[in-house]
């Protein structure tokens, strides 16, 4: 996994934040419901996102979180910044604590090309673009009873 699961799950529910016109809040379990994300986990995304001004929240009845700025203006990379600070693409892909271009490694000079179009790709996308093509989120697994 390139990317964290708190970034991805901050992709995940902030597309559906895009989703709803815009000024509306919608609580945080409702959002975890709906994208099939843990409340928990969810709620504290959602406080990085909020302290990095990507979200803003509303306490009491008609709160929740919304989006603070329109969903065409929001990155991707944005998002996964955000929450995951530096890019952990920049480390090197077979995790040798001293890789750099005067030191290669075997794969430095496919994976720095890799991560450069990567970067393109993430910069160019916005959440609007994420919002128009997610798909349902994956379903949860039946737990069994024994």
Do not use: N
Request: net charge positive; hydrophobic share 35%.
């Amino acid at each position: 996994m390139l990317y964290s699961r708190s970034a991805q799950y901050a992709i995940r529910a902030m597309a559906h934040l895009a989703t709803l016109p815009p000024g509306i809040y919608e609580p945080v379990r409702d959002v975890a419901r709906k994208t099939r994300i843990p409340q928990q986990f969810l709620a504290k995304i959602m406080q990085t996102l909020t302290r990095r001004k990507l979200v803003r929240s509303q306490k009491g009845r008609g709160g929740g979180v919304a989006l603070a700025c329109p969903p065409q203006r929001l990155t991707v990379d944005d998002i996964v910044q955000a929450v995951d600070g530096q890019d952990p693409g920049k480390e090197c892909l077979l995790g040798l604590a001293h890789c750099s271009d005067a030191a290669p490694c075997i794969v430095h000079d496919v994976w720095k090309s890799l991560r450069v179009e990567l970067g393109r790709t993430l910069q160019s996308r916005t959440l609007a673009d994420v919002a128009r093509h997610s798909p349902a989120p994956p379903k949860r697994r039946k737990r069994r009873s024994s």
